[in-house]
């Protein structure tokens, strides 16, 4: 893990010793931010790659007008963020009786009254971006 500070025009370096992964996830954290995932890259052009990212991160559709997720890049768990005042929650009840809640409601991710940044959520890779 390697961690950088952008100064404030955004700018950054950051140093990190590539092992066996196999991705690269970037986040971005801040104040009063949500964890976004801003971009999940598998390789690098060169040694020293310039690299962009747009806070939060450009989402991509597919042909079918569905966001995919910067990292399993797919379309079927993803949930549109929808910020509510009162945020529903979905009660699931197992078949072994246990009672899970999840924020997914109607299709869209329920995200309480702090209004994010983030705008999608994978349910998969359990990232928001
Ligand atoms: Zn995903």
């Known amino acids: 893990m ?7 025009k955004g700018n950054f370096t950051i140093t990190f010793t590539p092992k066996n992964e196999k991705s690269f996830d970037f986040y971005c954290t ?3 931010i949500d964890t976004l ?9 060169s040694d020293t ?3 962009t990212f747009y806070v939060p991160g450009q989402h991509q559709r597919n042909s ?3 966001t995919i997720c910067p990292k399993c890049k797919r379309t079927d768990k993803v949930y549109k963020i929808e910020y509510e005042d009162a945020p529903v929650m979905t009660r699931q009840i ?3 009786g246990d009672t ?5 409601y109607k299709g869209t991710y329920q995200e309480s009254c702090i209004v994010g940044l983030a705008r999608f959520y994978c349910n ?3 990232v928001k971006f």
């Not at 390697?2 to 404030?8: Q, R, Y």
């Not at 995932?37 to 052009?45: D, M, N, Q």
């Open 94 to 96: 197992s078949k072994s």
């Open 100 to 104: 899970t809640y999840s924020p997914i």
């Open 37 to 45: 995932l801003l971009s999940s890259v598998t390789t690098f052009e």
């Open 49 to 51: 790659p310039e690299m």
């Open 2 to 8: 390697a961690k950088t500070l952008t100064d404030d």
């Open 124 to 126: 998969r890779d359990k």
């Open 30 to 32: 801040g104040l009063g």
């Open 64 to 66: 079918f007008s569905k």
